[in-house]
């Protein structure tokens, strides 16, 4: 018992000892020089270690000192290796704590859009050979590993004989999935709104086309359609679908398209991640008679159009969530037979066929070349794409790394330390790697850990779908849907500085036929606490203008004339500007704005556009997470000296946020009652009152397509 008690007291008197020489940090020394033994000859000189040396061999301790000692050692050691054990088994208990179960939910959902040199449906071009702009919305739920529900809802601008300027898509079905092949079933609806009739014969539509072709206000449609995709390997795959619809484009015709489609995903040589593939589809249209809205002389029940063969061939680049497509079309369809299922508002010449007796022939089914740029997002590839990004995001790899690092340190520490220490150095050498080691464990930031470079690129993209696309105060799609998507491209200098470029399109109907606006901007975004400032350069570019000219009819002889152009073909032009916000708190802020150019609409004439704004954010709702702003905006445009008078605009709407998504409800106004003023200076415009300008109200549903919304 007494051996017991001697020994547990001189474990507290070690550890006592050792704690007060760590706080009061005292000259290094040896653990050799803080044994029990060596306290009880305190008050003697101390010797050297050569003296040591030469005592022990003379004065040996007794067998029950080094009894005790082994004791100690003993005791010290279980008690390290007991501290050990708690250490290790309070990792282990807080390891799963720390990890929570991912909550699996079978919904998921996809969206993206495109850019498109030319919107080619089937062979045929959809948007005059002109610029086009895509998005799609599909929400989609998993009933489980092998079979997949889907709805959704895209948007393409287009351009028609009829002048609708937008097609809206609405789709769904199942994609079920047996092994390697995998099947798609459901059914597609083509709307085509606010299109107008052109017939001299039919009561209400507008005169007949130019060239003599007459088409429908009305061409939506519906088709159902089964796919397969069978995957031979990881490269390759082959598949087919057949699609059926009762009346094409509303012409009361039949038609089954036939399709097959093979793809091969070529090998991963190229930089940076960036995949490729070639890929080729085949397919026919047969297409039944149409009713007797497009009857012809031979025809008068209708046209029987020609069925016809498609084919196409591209190399597509992928990059992450982007896929650049460059992909040549053609048809087996002559002019005369084309212009006579298109409608073609642009055909010309003379391509005379039996179902196109004396008429113009198109080049809407001809060979072609396009160039696709898209983007398509789900969850999965948003979390590929951050997991991918930084190591940081991970925290079981970090923690291995440190791991990693901290031995690799203690390993450099043992190597070099022994050629570096000196007889008299023993002590420091030895308590040098426990130092370090203390300082890696320690609140201390470890030397070999880099601090973290930030990434200046950004990138923000975003796709909105709009009931009409109102700017200005003015309705750029003549009361039309529209689809508007953007990417934008940054590079922040600073946390206060900031560059962009911005690639904006959006479907519109303008007088000259042009079916698409393309909006390149340019410029700057510095912050001055609270102020945010924005300069920069917009470019408006709308292809595929022509010159509308408008035909009188003399009664006298009951003969067509054609008089000037109405409109001009180009209506590009650039602003520059230069905006202000200003944010008081959380809550409210205000700001404003101007932009001048020195041929709006490429009219000759300067204008400035004035505009204030101020928004107000409303208390969040709980627990659905659900946000909400009202804000409003006043403008004025100088115009005067131009075809166009100037005015003054306001709109005002209540917005509701939730995640990525945008709910935008706004009214908008002007004091300007007439749109319909000439483009071109002393020309009139006969007809009713423009009311592109008028009070409306419109609704934009947005879906934030950029990843650090997701964060």
């Known amino acids: 018992m007494k051996e017991i008690a001697r020994v547990a007291a001189l474990v507290l008197a070690c550890t006592t000892v050792s704690a007060l020489a760590e706080n009061s940090k005292p000259d290094m020394k040896t653990q050799e020089t803080e044994k029990p033994e060596e306290k009880k000859s305190e008050g003697k000189t101390e010797k050297k270690p050569e003296d040591r040396k030469s005592e022990g061999k003379k004065d040996k301790k007794p067998e029950g000192k080094k009894s005790e000692d082994k004791k100690e050692k003993k005791s010290e050691g279980k008690k390290s290796e007991d501290k050990k054990d708690k250490k290790s088994e309070d990792k282990k208990d807080k390891k799963p704590k720390e990890k929570k179960p991912e909550i699996w939910t079978p919904w998921d959902i996809a969206f993206g859009a495109a850019f498109m040199s030319d919107y080619n449906f089937r062979g045929i071009t959809q948007s005059n050979h002109r610029q086009s702009v895509a998005a799609y919305f599909e929400p989609r739920y998993n009933f489980n590993a092998n079979l997949q529900g889907y709805v959704g809802l895209s948007g393409e601008s287009i351009s028609f004989p009829n002048r609708a300027p937008s097609e809206i898509d609405f789709y769904g079905g199942i994609r079920p999935t047996f092994g390697n092949l995998a099947l798609d079933l459901g059914a597609w609806y083509y709307w085509y709104p606010r299109g107008e009739c052109f017939h001299d014969f039919i009561v209400g539509c507008l005169p007949t086309l130019r060239n003599g072709n007459v088409i429908k206000a009305d061409l939506n449609f519906w088709e159902i359609y089964g796919k397969a995709t069978y995957l031979l390997n990881d490269q390759f795959s082959l598949g087919g679908g057949v699609y059926w619809s009762p009346s094409v484009l509303n012409s009361g015709a039949e038609g089954t398209f036939v399709a097959g489609t093979a793809k091969y995903i070529l090998p991963p040589v190229l930089p940076n991640g960036i995949g490729w593939f070639i890929s080729a589809d085949v397919g026919h249209w047969f297409l039944g008679t149409s009713d007797s809205f497009y009857a012809v002389p031979g025809f008068p029940g209708g046209i029987p159009y020609k069925s016809y063969n498609t084919w196409d061939a591209g190399l597509a680049f992928t990059w992450k969530q982007f896929t650049l497509d460059l992909r040549y079309y053609d048809t087996n369809l002559n002019k005369g037979d084309c212009n006579a299922f298109t409608s073609d508002h642009t055909a010309g010449g003379v391509f005379s066929t039996p179902i196109n007796p004396g008429g113009p022939g198109s080049s809407w089914c001809g060979a072609t070349f396009l160039a696709k740029l898209s983007i398509d997002l789900n969850k999965d590839n948003l979390k590929k794409s951050e997991g991918k990004t930084s190591e940081e995001k991970k925290p079981e790899q970090k923690k291995s790394k440190e791991k990693k690092d901290k031995s690799e340190a203690k390993w450099l520490l043992a190597e070099r330390k022994p050629q ?209 702003f009202i804000s409003g905006d006043v403008g004025h445009w100088f115009r005067e000296g131009t075809p166009y008078p100037s005015y003054t605009n306001w709109n005002m709407g209540l917005a509701f946020t939730w995640k990525q998504f945008t709910l935008d409800l706004r009214y908008s106004d002007t004091n300007n009652k007439d749109c319909n003023v000439a483009r071109t200076p002393n020309i009139v415009i006969p007809g009713p009152l423009g009311h592109e300008c008028r009070a409306t109200f419109f609704s934009k549903l947005t879906v934030d397509l950029s990843g650090e919304s997701y964060k």
């Open 420 to 628: 570096e220490k000196k007889p008299h150095e023993k002590g420091a050498a030895e308590k040098k790697p426990k130092e370090s080691e203390e300082k890696m464990s320690g609140g201390k930031k470890p030397q070999e850990k880099k601090p973290e470079i930030k990434n200046p690129w950004d990138i923000a993209s975003e796709i909105s779908f709009w009931s009409e696309f109102n700017i200005r105060g003015i309705s750029a799609s003549g009361h039309r849907p529209s689809v508007v998507p953007y990417l934008e491209p940054r590079y922040n200098f600073s946390d206060s500085l900031q560059a962009y470029m911005r690639l904006w399109g959006n479907s519109l109907r303008f007088p000259n036929r042009a079916a698409v606006a393309i909006n390149l901007f340019a410029g700057t975004r510095p912050t001055f606490g609270k102020l945010a400032l924005d300069y920069g350069y917009w470019q408006r570019w709308f292809p595929g203008g022509q010159c509308v000219i408008r035909r009188t009819t003399e009664a006298a002889t009951d003969v067509a004339t054609d008089g000037p152009c109405i409109t001009k073909p180009d209506l590009s032009y650039w602003e520059i500007f230069a905006k202000a916000t200003y944010n008081v708190n959380k809550q409210f802020s205000y700001g404003g704005g101007a932009y001048w150019s020195p041929s709006v609409l490429n009219s000759g004439d300067p204008a400035t556009y004035v505009v204030g704004t101020a928004k107000y954010i409303l208390p969040t709702f709980r627990p659905s997470d659900i946000g909400w």
